[in-house]
């Protein structure tokens, strides 16, 4: 799908979330990248294979105390 030059990584690769956005849909909260991956702004993916990513938001640092 990426016609981008330099290529933006693939949907299998870990940096998947690095390619280009093509469709965005804020009030939805979701977009389309050009590896044909859909980015939900909660940070879970669905892949193109189907393929489901939970979301994965990094912790506060609150939290990081917290668990400590």
């Known amino acids: 799908m990426c ?3 330099p290529a933006c990584p693939s949907a ?6 690095a390619a280009h ?5 804020p009030e939805q909260g979701w977009s389309l990248l ?5 980015l ?3 940070t879970g993916e669905l892949l193109p294979d189907g393929q489901i ?3 994965h ?6 939290q990081v ?3 400590a």
């Open 12 to 17: 299998d690769s870990a940096d998947r979330e």
């Open 65 to 67: 105390a917290a668990a």
């Open 40 to 42: 939900f702004e909660d």
């Open 21 to 25: 956005p093509m469709v965005s849909r």
């Open 57 to 62: 938001r990094p912790l506060r640092a609150d």
């Open 3 to 5: 016609q981008h030059q």
């Open 34 to 38: 050009c590896n044909g991956v859909v």
């Open 53 to 55: 990513i939970a979301p």
